[in-house]
Nanobody
Framework: VQLVESGGGLVQPGESLRLSCVASGITFSRHDMSWVRQAPGKEVEWVAGITSLPSLFHAASYADSVKGRFTISTDLARNTVHLQLNSLKTEDTATYYC????WGTGRGQGTQVTVS
């Protein structure tokens, strides 16, 4: 399994970013996917998850700290999962990873998001 994240950057509070994660080595449509983040000196924190339900939609869930501001979505044709980050706050500063579960299993090198 290889997960490659991109899209991070330095933004001001209130601005937006869109993160992407390309997955290879897995049957993407059969896996639940998550985004987690880790700030310096802190533990890995689950941010959002999306199920692999074979239905017309994928059920998404969010940590309370990002609910209403972040949106997770998938592009099955491109084996990609996105995380739209709106109304960013300084406390959202962290390295963001996509992963196979809420504990960060299989995560890639991450992409840095700095809100300052």
């Amino acid at each position: 399994v290889q997960l490659v994240e991109s899209g991070g950057g330095l933004v001001q509070p209130g601005e937006s970013l869109r993160l992407s994660c390309v997955a290879s080595g897995i049957t993407f449509s059969r896996h639940d996917m998550s985004w987690v983040r880790q700030a310096p000196g802190k533990e890995v924190e689950w941010v959002a998850g999306i199920t692999s339900l074979p239905s017309l939609f994928h059920a998404a869930s969010y940590a309370d700290s990002v609910k209403g501001r972040f949106t997770i979505s998938t592009d099955l044709a491109r084996n990609t999962v996105h995380l739209q980050l709106n109304s960013l706050k300084t406390e959202d500063t962290a390295t963001y990873y996509c992963a196979l579960d809420k504990w960060g299993t299989g995560r890639g090198q991450g992409t840095q998001v700095t809100v300052s």
